[in-house]
């Protein structure tokens, strides 16, 4: 098992452009996260996917997207990148509900200029 | 969501010493979780802690959660470059949903 894995492992973007950050499991988990984190701030949690069918925000939801495009997948897009953005990226799945421990992807590690 | 504050955020360490980190919240929190991240790599789970002035131990790693489950801390004994990394803790604010804390940042003297 591969577990979460992650795509890119780096991006460099200019401000205005747009990209999408891919992320699979294959732990057949129900639940999928997407996390920032900076340096200080800890992992601070953008949206998350509680099943296959539903999105919801998370604390720092404000210029990203997410789709949750079958059991696997989870990709978060960026439509308009800002220098604010520039960070690493972690995709995380867990069982569901009930269950505890999340497994993280290796990261993604994005600047914007 | 939850809020968890981490104490200190960072932490130098002689090789062979103990050290303490700690999480605290200002409600009661369901459960407690710990996890670690070694430099360039991402967070790993180390253990969950439920039950109030629950103790548990992973080799030289022991955790534990106040009678009041409102901290938890990680104690370390006998620090060894392995341990380099950043601890977090994390509390669950749903069924769902995790809240982490800061960090504590580790580096180890040899």
């Known amino acids: 098992n591969a577990g979460v894995t992650q795509t890119p492992k780096f991006q460099v973007l200019k401000t205005g452009q747009s990209m999408t950050l891919q992320c699979a499991q294959d732990m057949n988990h129900n639940s999928m996260y997407w996390y920032r984190q900076d340096p200080g701030m800890g992992l601070r949690l953008i949206y998350y996917?509680?099943?296959?069918?539903?999105?919801d925000k998370g604390e720092v939801p404000n210029g990203y997207n997410v789709s949750r495009l079958n059991k696997r997948e989870f990709s978060l897009r960026l439509e308009s990148a800002a220098p604010s953005q520039t960070s690493v990226y972690f995709c995380a799945s867990t069982g569901g509900q009930g269950a505890y421990e999340q497994y993280f992807g290796p990261g993604t590690r994005l600047t914007v200029t | 969501g939850q809020q968890v504050m981490q104490i200190p955020q960072y932490q130098h360490v002689q090789e062979g010493e103990d050290f303490t980190t700690y999480c605290n919240s200002s409600?009661?929190?369901?459960?407690i979780q710990w996890y670690k991240q070694r430099p360039g790599g991402h967070p790993v789970f180390l253990i969950q802690?439920?039950?109030?002035?629950e103790v548990k131990k992973q080799k030289r790693l022991t955790f534990q959660f106040g009678e009041a489950k409102k901290n938890s801390s990680l104690h370390i004994t006998a620090t060894q470059t392995t341990d380099v990394g950043t601890y977090f803790c994390a509390a669950r604010s749903n069924d769902y949903k995790l809240s982490f804390g800061a960090g504590t940042t580790v580096t180890v003297r040899a």
């Open positions: 996917s509680a099943s296959e069918g539903t999105t």
């Open positions: 409600t009661t929190l369901s459960n």
């Open positions: 802690l439920v039950k109030s002035g």
